[in-house]
């Protein structure tokens, strides 16, 4: 038994691996999109991919981000997955409801412009620190997925088959 669960481990490891188009930063795979959308389509396209809107969880991944879209799309504004439509002043991520732990709001944000703005953005005009932007905006958008994203269905069978 213990021999099988270690070669599923190794596997799976070998298996941990982006789609093209993706990049790989720590157990993630991150998308970039050339297109604009608003932030609910945005979050269905991810969503067609496997993927979800970016939650960033710590300063490193903020910086990892921050150099993927200052070399390709300097200036653009990118959808992340927070918002606090449920709850105005309550910053969360997306679909689950989990608070913040990590915060790169820009100056004077959240700001809730014309009480409008309700989902979280990555804002090349103010250093691709955060801001809070009306959800029917277009923007370009940033999904992110685990690197191990298809090892489930890969491996399920032959665990299935082991009866473990």
């Known amino acids: 038994m213990y021999c099988l669960i270690l070669l599923i481990l190794t596997v799976g490891q070998a298996l941990a691996r982006c789609p093209n188009g993706w990049t790989a930063h720590g157990d993630s795979c991150y998308h970039v999109s050339r297109d604009e959308a608003s932030w609910v389509e945005a979050t269905r396209m ?10 960033v969880q710590t300063s490193y991944e903020e910086t990892f981000l921050s150099s993927i879209v200052r070399s390709l ?20 991520w997306e679909p689950e409801g989990t608070p913040f732990l990590y915060k790169d709001w820009a100056n004077k944000q959240p700001d809730n412009h014309a009480n409008q703005d309700h989902c979280l953005a990555l804002e090349g005009s103010v250093h ?7 959800c029917q905006d277009t923007n370009r958008y940033i999904c992110e997925r685990s690197a191990y994203s298809d090892i489930v ?9 082991a009866g473990v």
């Not at 799309?73 to 969360?92: I, K």
């Open 46 to 55: 991810c969503e067609l991919h496997s993927a979800y809107l970016t939650k």
């Open 153 to 161: 269905t890969t491996i399920a069978p032959i665990i299935e088959t």
């Open 128 to 134: 691709f620190q955060w801001t809070d932007e009306n």
């Open 73 to 92: 799309h300097h200036g653009h504004t990118f959808w992340l997955g927070g918002s606090d439509w449920t709850t105005e002043g309550e910053w969360v």
